[in-house]
């Protein structure tokens, strides 16, 4: 096994895995775990028995967990043995912490909707040379524009679970 890669997709979690080399590859068992310790086999992809090619794999799962996703591969030969691979993470978020703003671009004033309350939330405006224009320590549902002239503008808006900077458009 020469690498093992995993990518976020809009179709779930892809791995990607190269062999240098194969002898007596029956083939790769795709294990997930949500903790790092705890696997379940999701998946199984045929190895390509004796090869001295560089061989190319991939597997996507498609109903990845809420979090951290924990993959490795577990290679069995014909003969029974077997080897892991290193473990590669990655993480999926629900909708739950989205925040959208409308309208974008902005008249007067800019709607915040938030799908989820919010706890211990900043919100900063700045402008596009980083100059921040204005604060909030709480999460607001309108943001207040007529006074700012027509250009771009950055909204961070960060909790200790997420963070998001939406560029905005002035009229």
Known sequence: LVSLTGEKTERGSELKWATAS??????????????????????????????SELMHYTYTDATPSEGM?????????FDGQFEYSKTVSIEFKTEKDKITFSPNPVNDVLYVNASQELEDVVMQLMDANGKVLWTSKNLVSE???????????????????SSTVQKIIKK
């Open 69 to 77: 996703n924990y993959y490795r591969l577990k290679q069995n030969d």
């Open 143 to 161: 943001i207040p524009f007529e006074a700012y002239s027509p250009g771009l503008y950055f909204l961070n808006v960060v909790s200790p679970s």
């Open 22 to 51: 194969e002898l007596n590859n029956e083939g790769f068992e795709i294990e997930r775990s949500n903790n790092g310790s705890d696997w379940t086999k999701i998946g199984y992809v045929r190895g390509n028995g004796t090869s």
